[in-house]
C-alpha cells in the first residue's frame, strides 16, 4: 500500500484525555479514532491488525471443532425476559423501542439469541455436542468509559456456546476451548495467564478468565509464588488458620469514641490493633438486609457473599437504609443486640478475644467484644479477599498480587439458560431433558489494545511481525530523487510479488517526518532507499531491538526472510 493514498492520521501530541500508554500510541499513530465517549472507529492500521487477530481467533476455533455463523446485534426483549436477563442484567444494557414500541437491547452478550436458535433447531442427543462462535461489535453502557479500547461501549467480541447432552461432552469442549485460547495469546505473543474467575451476570460455574500482565489492568491476580495457582482476588479463597490470642475474656464495655468512624481512626484511638476490630457492615442481598462481619484489617469480597446465599444482587446498603434497619449511621455499626437482621462473619472474626466493635450508637463503641459470648453469628464462612502473604490455596507458597488486562472468558453455563428458555433435547430413551451449555468469550480489540500495552518504547508501538498491519516499511528518503524513486519503487514492487506485506511511504515528507512516522507506527522491518540508492545500497531496521544492516538490492529479500522469521 502507498502511504500517500491510505489513511494514516499521526499525531505530534499525544491527546490529554488518553490516560494509559496504548491508547495513547494507537491514538498518535492513527490506528482509532474516538467518535464519542466509548466508541472509536478503527482506522485502516487499526483495522488490519484487528482482522489478524480475528484470524488467529477463526483458525484456533476452527481447529477446536467450533463452526463459525453470525447472529443479530438487534435482540427481542422478549428472549432476555425468559431468561431472567432482562431485570438483572442492570442499567449495562443498551434498551431501544422501535415505531412500534416493542422493546429490543443492543447486544451484550448472545446467550439468549443462541439459546433460542438452537431449540429451534436441534432436538435429538444426536445432535450434539455442537459448538459454535461468532465475531461480532458488542454494545454495553459503560458508566465510565476509558482506557480507549479497553473500556468501551462499542467492542468487538469472539463469541461461543457449546450444547450438550451430558458434563462429559462439556468437560471436553471446555478443555479444548480452554488450550485454543491458550494458544490465541500465545500466538499474540502476550504475557499473559489463566485465573479461576467469577461468572457474574453470566451465571454458571467453573470459570476461568485469561489475564494479560500489565500494570494498567482494572484486575487484581492473586497468584502463589512457587506453583501455577493464580486466580481472580475475588474468587481466591482463604485457607488461614486463626488462633485465639492466649488470655482471659475481660467484661464488656461501652466507650466514648467521638467523631472516631473508620477502623483506623477507632483503632488508633483505643490504641488496639486493626485485627482486634470487628468490622461490621450492613448489605442488601436480593430482598434481605444481612450484616456481615469481618475484621478490622480485612475486606468484605462481596463475590464470596454472593455465593454463599446464592444470589441474584448483592449491594451495599447506603447510608439512609443503615440508619432505618439499625437506627445508626454506618461508623458507629456492630453486631451486639441486633436480632432482627441476620448476622455473617468471617471466620477470623470467631477468633477475636477482647475486640472492638461498634456499639449501634453514635460516637460509641464496645471494647472487650468475645464473638459468641456477646453476639451470635447465623454462620461463618470464608468472606474476605485474599491478602498478599497468605497461604497459597493450593498450599504451595504464599500469595503475590498482580495486576491484568482481561482479554478473554471462558465459562460452564450448565443448564441457566436451557431450563429458563426450555432449550430441550430427547435423550436414547426418547425422555426430554434440558441442553447443558458452556460459554467462551475473547475480547478481540482488548486484544489489539492488551498487545499494544505490553509492545512499545519511548518511540512508538512495536508489533510483532504476525499482528502487524504490514511487515515492511519502505521509505524512499527523498521522492525528488529520480534514483531513489526508482529502486523504492522496485523494491516495492518486488516484495508485493513475492507476497509480503508492504506500505511504501512515498509521501512527499521531510525524512525526520517518515522516520518519525515509521517508529510510530512501529511496522516490524524498515527499509531506506536514501544516498547510496544509486549503487543499490539500502539500509535495512529492526524495530524491535533497533539493528541495522546495509544491504545490497540483489541480497534484500533474503535478508528480508531472514529478519522476519526470527520476529
Same mark, same amino acid.
Given at each position: 500500500? !502507498?502511504?500517500?493514498?491510505?489513511?494514516?492520521?499521526?499525531?505530534?501530541?499525544?491527546?490529554?484525555?488518553?490516560?494509559?500508554?496504548?491508547?495513547?500510541?494507537?491514538?498518535?499513530?492513527?490506528?482509532?479514532?474516538?467518535?464519542?465517549?466509548?466508541?472509536?472507529?478503527?482506522?485502516?492500521?487499526?483495522?488490519?491488525?484487528?482482522?489478524?487477530? &480475528?484470524?488467529?481467533?477463526?483458525?484456533?476455533?476452527?481447529?477446536?471443532?467450533?463452526?463459525?455463523?453470525?447472529?443479530?446485534?438487534?435482540?427481542?426483549?422478549?428472549?432476555?425476559?425468559?431468561?431472567?436477563?432482562?431485570?438483572?442484567?442492570?442499567?449495562?444494557?443498551?434498551?431501544?423501542?422501535?415505531?412500534?414500541? /416493542?422493546?429490543?437491547?443492543?447486544?451484550?452478550?448472545?446467550?439468549?439469541?443462541?439459546?433460542?436458535?438452537?431449540?429451534?433447531?436441534?432436538?435429538?442427543? =444426536?445432535?450434539?455436542?455442537?459448538?459454535?462462535?461468532?465475531?461480532?461489535?458488542?454494545?454495553?453502557?459503560?458508566?465510565?468509559?476509558?482506557?480507549?479500547? %479497553?473500556?468501551?461501549?462499542?467492542?468487538?467480541?469472539?463469541?461461543?456456546?457449546?450444547?450438550?447432552?451430558?458434563?462429559?461432552?462439556?468437560?471436553?469442549?471446555?478443555?479444548? %476451548?480452554?488450550?485454543?485460547?491458550?494458544?490465541?495469546? /500465545?500466538?499474540?505473543?502476550?504475557?499473559? !495467564?489463566?485465573?479461576?474467575?467469577?461468572?457474574?451476570?453470566?451465571?454458571?460455574?467453573?470459570?476461568?478468565?485469561?489475564?494479560?500482565?500489565?500494570?494498567?489492568?482494572?484486575?487484581?491476580?492473586?497468584?502463589?509464588?512457587?506453583?501455577?495457582?493464580?486466580?481472580?482476588?475475588?474468587?481466591?479463597?482463604?485457607?488461614?488458620?486463626?488462633?485465639?490470642?492466649? &488470655?482471659?475474656?475481660?467484661?464488656?464495655?461501652?466507650?466514648?469514641?467521638?467523631?472516631? =468512624?473508620?477502623?483506623?481512626?477507632?483503632?488508633?484511638?483505643?490504641?488496639?490493633?486493626?485485627?482486634?476490630?470487628?468490622?461490621?457492615?450492613?448489605?442488601?442481598?436480593?430482598?434481605?438486609?444481612?450484616?456481615?462481619?469481618? !475484621?478490622?484489617?480485612?475486606?468484605?469480597?462481596?463475590?464470596?457473599?454472593?455465593?454463599?446465599?446464592?444470589?441474584?444482587?448483592?449491594? %451495599?446498603?447506603?447510608?439512609?437504609?443503615?440508619?432505618?434497619?439499625?437506627?445508626?449511621?454506618?461508623?458507629?455499626?456492630?453486631?451486639?443486640?441486633?436480632?432482627?437482621?441476620?448476622?455473617?462473619?468471617?471466620?477470623?472474626?470467631?477468633?477475636?478475644?477482647?475486640?472492638?466493635?461498634?456499639?449501634?450508637?453514635?460516637?460509641?463503641?464496645?471494647?472487650?467484644?468475645?464473638?459468641?459470648?456477646?453476639?451470635?453469628?447465623?454462620?461463618?464462612?470464608?468472606?474476605?479477599?485474599?491478602?498478599?502473604?497468605?497461604?497459597?490455596?493450593?498450599?504451595?507458597?504464599?500469595?503475590?498480587?498482580?495486576?491484568?488486562?482481561?482479554?478473554?472468558?471462558?465459562?460452564?453455563?450448565?443448564? /441457566?439458560?436451557?431450563?429458563?428458555?426450555?432449550?430441550?433435547? %430427547?435423550?436414547?430413551?426418547?425422555?426430554?431433558?434440558?441442553?447443558?451449555?458452556?460459554?467462551?468469550?475473547?475480547?478481540?480489540?482488548?486484544?489489539?489494545?492488551?498487545?499494544?500495552?505490553?509492545?512499545?518504547?519511548?518511540?512508538?508501538?512495536?508489533?510483532?511481525?504476525?499482528?502487524?498491519?504490514?511487515?515492511?516499511?519502505?521509505?524512499?528518503?527523498?521522492?525528488?530523487?529520480?534514483?531513489?524513486?526508482?529502486?523504492?519503487?522496485?523494491?516495492?514492487?518486488?516484495?508485493?510479488?513475492?507476497?509480503?506485506?508492504?506500505?511504501?511511504?512515498?509521501?512527499? &515528507?521531510?525524512?525526520?517526518?517518515?522516520?518519525?512516522?515509521?517508529?510510530?507506527?512501529?511496522?516490524?522491518?524498515?527499509?531506506?532507499?536514501?544516498?547510496?540508492?544509486?549503487?543499490?545500497?539500502?539500509?535495512? =531496521?529492526?524495530?524491535?531491538?533497533?539493528?541495522?544492516?546495509?544491504?545490497?538490492?540483489?541480497?534484500?529479500?533474503?535478508?528480508?526472510?531472514?529478519?522476519?522469521?526470527?520476529?
Amino acid at each position: 500500500m !502507498r502511504q500517500s493514498r491510505t489513511l494514516i492520521p499521526t499525531l505530534r501530541e499525544i491527546p490529554a484525555d488518553a490516560e494509559i500508554k496504548s491508547h495513547q500510541l494507537l491514538l498518535k499513530a492513527g490506528f482509532i479514532r474516538q467518535n464519542s465517549s466509548g466508541v472509536y472507529s478503527y482506522m485502516p492500521l487499526g483495522r488490519k491488525v484487528l482482522q489478524k487477530i &480475528e484470524a488467529i481467533v477463526r483458525e484456533e476455533m476452527d481447529k477446536a471443532g467450533a463452526v463459525e455463523m453470525l447472529m443479530p446485534a438487534l435482540q427481542q426483549a422478549e428472549l432476555w425476559q425468559e431468561s431472567g436477563r432482562w431485570y438483572t442484567y442492570g442499567p449495562e444494557l443498551m434498551r431501544l423501542k422501535d415505531r412500534n414500541q /416493542r422493546e429490543f437491547a443492543l447486544g451484550a452478550t448472545h446467550e439468549e439469541v443462541i439459546t433460542s436458535l438452537v431449540r429451534d433447531e436441534v432436538k435429538s442427543y =444426536k445432535r450434539l455436542p455442537l459448538t459454535l462462535y461468532q465475531i461480532q461489535t458488542k454494545f454495553r453502557d459503560e458508566k465510565r468509559p476509558r482506557f480507549g479500547l %479497553l473500556r468501551g461501549r462499542e467492542f468487538v467480541m469472539k463469541d461461543a456456546y457449546s450444547f450438550h447432552s451430558n458434563t462429559e461432552s462439556l468437560d471436553e469442549v471446555y478443555q479444548a %476451548l480452554f488450550e485454543a485460547y491458550s494458544n490465541v495469546f /500465545r500466538r499474540c505473543q502476550l504475557n499473559f !495467564r489463566a485465573v479461576i474467575a467469577d461468572s457474574g451476570a453470566m451465571g454458571g460455574k467453573d470459570t476461568h478468565e485469561f489475564m494479560v500482565l500489565s500494570d494498567i489492568g482494572e484486575d487484581t491476580i492473586a497468584y502463589s509464588d512457587t506453583s501455577d495457582y493464580a486466580a481472580n482476588i475475588e474468587m481466591a479463597p482463604v485457607i488461614m488458620e486463626y488462633t485465639k490470642r492466649d &488470655e482471659a475474656d475481660k467484661e464488656l464495655e461501652k466507650v466514648l469514641t467521638e467523631n472516631k =468512624k473508620s477502623i483506623d481512626e477507632v483503632s488508633e484511638f483505643l490504641t488496639v490493633s486493626p485485627n482486634q476490630c470487628v468490622k461490621s457492615l450492613l448489605f442488601k442481598i436480593d430482598e434481605q438486609y444481612v450484616l456481615v462481619l469481618v !475484621r478490622g484489617d480485612h475486606e468484605v469480597n462481596d463475590i464470596k457473599l454472593k455465593n454463599l446465599f446464592n444470589a441474584g444482587i448483592v449491594e %451495599l446498603a447506603s447510608q439512609e437504609e443503615t440508619k432505618e434497619i439499625l437506627s445508626c449511621p454506618v461508623g458507629s455499626l456492630g453486631p451486639i443486640g441486633v436480632s432482627h437482621v441476620e448476622i455473617v462473619a468471617d471466620h477470623a472474626v470467631k477468633a477475636i478475644v477482647n475486640g472492638v466493635c461498634g456499639a449501634n450508637e453514635e460516637n460509641y463503641h464496645y471494647i472487650n467484644v468475645v464473638p459468641e459470648r456477646d453476639f451470635s453469628v447465623s454462620q461463618y464462612a470464608d468472606l474476605r479477599f485474599i491478602q498478599e502473604g497468605d497461604p497459597s490455596p493450593d498450599g504451595q507458597g504464599t500469595i503475590l498480587f498482580a495486576k491484568g488486562i482481561e482479554v478473554g472468558h471462558v465459562f460452564k453455563l450448565g443448564t /441457566r439458560y436451557s431450563e429458563a428458555m426450555n432449550a430441550t433435547y %430427547l435423550d436414547e430413551t426418547g425422555k426430554s431433558r434440558p441442553m447443558i451449555m458452556g460459554c467462551y468469550g475473547i475480547g478481540v480489540s482488548r486484544t489489539l489494545t492488551a498487545v499494544a500495552e505490553q509492545y512499545n518504547d519511548e518511540n512508538g508501538l512495536v508489533w510483532p511481525a504476525n499482528l502487524a498491519p504490514y511487515q515492511v516499511h519502505v521509505i524512499a528518503v527523498n521522492m525528488k530523487d529520480e534514483e531513489q524513486v526508482k529502486l523504492a519503487e522496485s523494491i516495492y514492487t518486488d516484495l508485493l510479488e513475492k507476497h509480503y506485506e508492504v506500505l511504501f511511504d512515498d509521501r512527499n &515528507e521531510r525524512a525526520g517526518v517518515k522516520f518519525a512516522d515509521s517508529d510510530l507506527i512501529g511496522l516490524p522491518l524498515r527499509i531506506t532507499v536514501g544516498k547510496k540508492a544509486s549503487e543499490g545500497m539500502v539500509e535495512v =531496521k529492526v524495530r524491535k531491538t533497533g539493528e541495522t544492516f546495509e544491504v545490497h538490492y540483489e541480497d534484500l529479500f533474503a535478508k528480508v526472510t531472514s529478519l522476519l522469521y526470527t520476529l
